[in-house]
């Protein structure tokens, strides 16, 4: 009988063996996506819970940030993520960083107006205390055309962080926004110093070389940077943008990709236009 029994189950582990492994690696992902919203909607009906039973400041904060997360898929959602720091302003308007997040999210919507009020209330309240305020700050001021603004936000955000190179990107895309293209490559330069590779900083740089009248030396860097363009990976590009849904990565990628080959084509239009 126990031999039998053995047959059988030797059998059994061969028939396992048998199937494809792609199968198996379908059945497994299926398996997933299936089990994937009943966690979203039990950590939904849990946090709702708790907010109810025992309303807090820090627990609201958390279960925001939570949901602003790019990097962790399964719980992102940027309207709940507005709901709990909208209850965490409720609960205390002076706690740290509920206004920064709700300015994040304002500027994610589009919103750019409200989003500025948000941020000038955190640089109010804890200024001193949260440099990221200002490159927050710097951020929308750019988007609303208000450039002198920006410049002076992105570089007292910088005086704490200098190495940051989407801080620096980012400062050096304002540079250039109000004329400053000089001031733009010393920027971009510096931020190349340390992120040699980096694609947004070479078409930064190569835009800010083009509008200099560098063009032999605008078209290298603008090579450099669609080269490294194609190495791009999703995590990378939710790194640079970690507020954004984690369903534009792709996109974004691709965005990038085409902005910086687009930027390639006028550059070099104009060398081989120079070298004839």
Excluded at 47 to 57: G, R, T
Excluded at 223 to 248: C, I, K, V
Aim: charged fraction near 20%; proline fraction near 4%; include cysteine.
């Amino acid at each position: 009988m126990f031999q039998v029994f053995r047959k059988r189950e030797m059998y059994a582990k061969q028939r396992l063996l048998s199937v494809p492994l792609t199968i198996l690696l379908v059945v497994a992902v299926c398996t997933v996506l299936a089990f994937t919203p009943v966690v979203r909607v039990a950590v939904h009906i849990s946090e709702d819970i708790a907010s109810a039973i025992d309303p807090s400041v820090m627990r609201a904060s958390r279960y925001g940030e939570r949901h602003l997360n790019s990097r962790k898929a399964i719980f992102y959602d940027i309207a709940r993520a507005e709901k709990f720091y909208r209850e965490a302003v409720e609960l205390d308007a002076t706690y740290p960083y509920v206004r920064y997040q709700l300015a994040r999210i304002e500027f994610l919507k589009g919103n750019l107006n409200t989003a500025l009020y948000h941020i000038n209330k955190e640089i109010e309240l804890h200024g001193t205390n949260e440099p990221n305020a200002y490159y927050v700050r710097g951020l929308i001021e750019g988007y609303l055309g208000r450039y002198d603004d920006a410049i002076r936000d992105y570089e007292h955000y910088l005086e704490f962080d200098p190495t940051n190179w989407a801080a620096t990107n980012d400062y050096a895309w304002v540079l250039l926004k109000a004329g400053r293209a000089n001031d733009a490559i010393i920027a971009t330069a510096s931020g190349l110093q340390h992120f040699p590779e980096n694609p947004w900083l070479l078409n930064t740089n190569a835009t800010a070389l083009y509008e200099s009248g560098l063009y032999k030396e605008a078209s290298i860097v603008a090579r450099h940077a669609a080269e490294q363009s194609m190495f791009l990976t999703e995590e990378g590009w939710l790194q640079a943008y970690p507020g954004n849904a984690p369903t534009t990565a792709t996109e974004g990628i691709v965005t990038l990709q085409r902005s910086i080959a687009h930027n390639r084509f006028l550059i070099d239009k104009v060398t081989s236009g120079q070298a004839r």
